[in-house]
C-alpha cells in the first residue's frame, strides 16, 4: 500500500475565472502534494462517491504501454485544484478500477484530458469502463479555431505540447514530454516499472497539472453552438473506438441533444452520430489509397464530419465516421464504393 505522504510537489495554475492569470504567474504560489494511490481510500471521497450537490472539474490522463484495447493501462492522473493523483493501475488492479468506475462514468464529474480516444478505448476494452462527460481539449481547441474563422488542415490535430506553447492558452515550453518519449522508445515498458522513479512522477504529473487551467481558458471563449459541440463529439469520441457495430451504442449514455435555443436560433444545426463502417479482407488499401490519396479525397468531399481508421493500434478493419447526419451518410456511400469490385 502507497503511503498517504506526498511523493513530490506540483505547480497546478487554475484562473479563478475565465482570462485569470498566466501559469507563469501562478507558479509563485504554493506547489500541491502528487500522491502515488493504489488503494481507493487515498482518493477523496467526492470523486469516488460522485453527486449532484458536489460536481467536479478534474483534469485526466493515461498512460500505459501501447495504450489501446489490446496495451497494458499503467497509471491513470487524477488532477484537483489542490492535489494530483497518480493511480497506480499495475499495484491497485481491479479493485481501484472497480472503485474508479462511477466516478469515469459519471455526469458529475467533468473530465478534462487531450485526445480521448485511446485513452477511452484502454478503459473500455481493459476494465469495461465506458468514460463519460469529457471536455476534450483537442477538440475544443479546433472548435475555437472555427469560431475565429480557422479551419484546420485535414488531419492536423493539434499536440498537446503545441497546445501549451500557444500563447492564446498557456505559452509555455513542454520539453520534458518528447524526453520521456525517447525513453519509452528506447523501453515501450517504461511506465511498467515499480516504483516509479521521479522521471515517471514528475512526467506523469505534467500530463494533467495544466489541464484544469486550459479548461477555464478554453470554455471562457466557446460559444453556446461550440459547447454543444465539444459535448457531443466529447461523447462520440469516448465511444468510437469501443463500438464495433451499430448495437453497441445502446450501452453508452445518451448523446446530448440539440437544445432547445439552438434549435430556435440555427436552423442548419444538425444532430451529430457515430457511424461504424466494417471493411472487407483486402479492400482497406483501396480506401485508403497510394500514400493516403484516396481518404484524403474522401475527407475533403465530406469536410464536416471525421473519418478515423485504427491504425497501427487497430481495429483493423474498421473505420469510425463521426459528424452531421448528412455528412455522416454521405461518407458512408463514398467509403463503400471506394470497397466494391469493378
Known sequence: MASSSPTQLAHVPIPPEPGGRSPTQEANEPPVPIYIVTDPFQLPADFLNPSPEKKLV????????????HGKLCIMQI?????????DVIEGGEVIMKACK??????????????????????????GIRLHNVVDTQIAYSLIEEQEGRRRPLDDY?????LLADPRYCGISYEEKEEVRVLMRQDPKFWTYR????????AAADDVRFLLYLYHKMMGKLNQRSLWHLAVRGALYCRCLCCMNDADFADWPTVPPIPDNLK???????????????????????????KGASILAIKEACNSAEILIGGAKGPPDKIF??????????????LRGRMIDY
Do not use: W
Open 321 to 334: 465516421v463521426i459528424g452531421p447526419v448528412r455528412e455522416v451518410r454521405k461518407a458512408e456511400a463514398i
Open 58 to 69: 478534474i483534469g485526466f490522463d493515461c498512460e500505459g504501454v501501447d495504450l489501446c484495447r
Open 158 to 162: 493539434i499536440s498537446f505540447v503545441s
Open 102 to 127: 462511477p466516478a469515469l462514468e459519471s455526469n458529475y464529474i467533468t473530465k478534462v484530458i487531450h485526445d480521448c480516444k485511446r485513452d477511452s478505448e484502454a478503459l473500455y476494452f481493459q476494465f
Open 195 to 202: 516504483p516509479m522513479t521521479e522521471l515517471m512522477i514528475r
Open 79 to 87: 488532477a484537483f485544484s489542490n492535489a494530483i493523483y497518480l493511480v
Open 264 to 290: 430556435s436560433e440555427d436552423q442548419c444545426l444538425e444532430e451529430e452520430i457515430l457511424s461504424v463502417l466494417d471493411v472487407p479482407p483486402g479492400k482497406m488499401g483501396r480506401v485508403i489509397g497510394r
